[in-house]
């Protein structure tokens, strides 16, 4: 899956910092989100989380945890990225869950439209 370098760097931090504060009993190998308890983040704990910037941002929509996941692959599609790319990026064995994802807004579709059919301006 690719990371921003910003994320990367996040990631990084928390590994660094964060993490070894949470493990308290050491046994948490191969976990990379751990809770206050230190043992493995529910969805749960993550959802909640996330409700709380989500609210301190003053959004408005509902987010939950899958909005990055729908994000990321609209944005990539609407982007110009290739379905099959994508379909690898997200680990969809089939191309039609990936075809979910290109519910493109109707701006954008009379912008291709316009931009690629010759004769869009007739």
Known sequence: VPISARALICLKEYLETSRPLLDKRNKSEGIVFLSVRGVAMSRMGFWKILQKYVNESGIRKEVHPHTFRHSFATHLLEGGADLR???EMLGHSDISTTQIYT???RSYLQQEYKHFHPRAGI
């Open 85 to 87: 790319a994508v379909q």
């Open 103 to 105: 519910h493109l807004d």
